[in-house]
């Protein structure tokens, strides 16, 4: 599965959008873009993924360049509980054996008052 | 609430002592997964199940770890003999098969210490 390289750590104002970035250049082209956020001491929440095109969902947007080589997930109007650890991961189609989930360091999200 | 659950949510433990965690899935899901994150670090895959069959075991899964679906429902993981550097959150995930695109939906995790 393709590597992914995210910023270690990004500040947003309260009631501002968070656009949260993430590159995976070597991404082929059955793998998905998925995106987990974790709050300290819980277990990692999914928000959302995508193939190629944007997607939207209650949570979150997710833009995909046309590339494919980088991807933004968008939180429209952040709040305090917005603060996390943001995990970008690509990882294949789900036909075959395993779609094990390969985990980097994400980035971490302080929502600042 | 019909998510993942696991138990119990907190583990103290004296090294050398045997331990055993419990994950119940989202009842439709027939893939089930574990996890072990350390502080600061992301989760790391540990096994992998379709069912009751065990598919994939990672070599962070030394003999001292054994997991198990009997049912293909509910999975145990145990850990024997425990370490001090076994401390971490074991984490377990859940997720359908194909043609869905198997997204994993994760429990609360386990924490465990071992002092």
């Known amino acids: 599965d393709a590597k992914t390289t995210q910023p270690t750590s990004m500040d947003c104002a309260e009631g501002r959008a968070a656009n949260l970035p993430c590159n995976h250049s070597?991404?082929?082209?059955?793998?998905?873009v998925y995106w987990y956020r974790q709050i300290h001491s819980q277990g990692p929440q999914y928000i959302i993924h995508?193939?190629?095109?944007?997607e939207t969902n209650e949570m979150a947007s997710l833009i995909i360049t046309e590339d494919r080589k980088s991807s933004t997930l968008i939180l429209p109007h952040a709040t305090l509980r917005d603060t996390a650890v943001y995990y970008c991961?690509?990882?294949?189609?789900?036909?075959?054996?395993?779609?094990?989930?390969?985990w980097g360091l994400g980035t971490s999200l302080a929502v600042n008052p | 609430d019909t998510g993942v659950s696991q138990d119990p949510r907190h583990k103290i433990t004296k090294r050398g002592q045997n331990v055993t965690f419990r994950c119940d899935p989202i009842?439709?899901?027939?893939?089930l997964y574990w996890y072990r994150q350390t502080l600061g670090q992301g989760p790391e895959f540990l096994t992998y199940?379709?069912?009751?069959?065990?598919?994939?075991k990672s070599r962070l899964l030394s003999d001292r770890f054994s997991a198990e679906r009997p049912k293909g429902s509910f999975s145990t993981l145990e850990i024997q003999r425990t370490e001090q550097g076994d401390s971490a959150m074991y984490l377990c995930?859940?997720?359908?098969?194909?043609?869905?695109?198997?997204?994993?939906?994760f429990g609360p995790g386990t924490r465990l210490t071992v002092l």
């Open positions: 199940f379709q069912n009751e069959a065990q598919l994939e």
């Open positions: 070597t991404i082929s082209g059955n793998e998905y």
């Open positions: 995930a859940s997720s359908l098969s194909p043609p869905s695109t198997g997204t994993q939906y």
């Open positions: 009842s439709e899901h027939n893939r």
């Open positions: 995508g193939l190629k095109n944007n």
């Open positions: 991961i690509v990882r294949g189609g789900n036909a075959g054996n395993n779609r094990k989930l390969i």
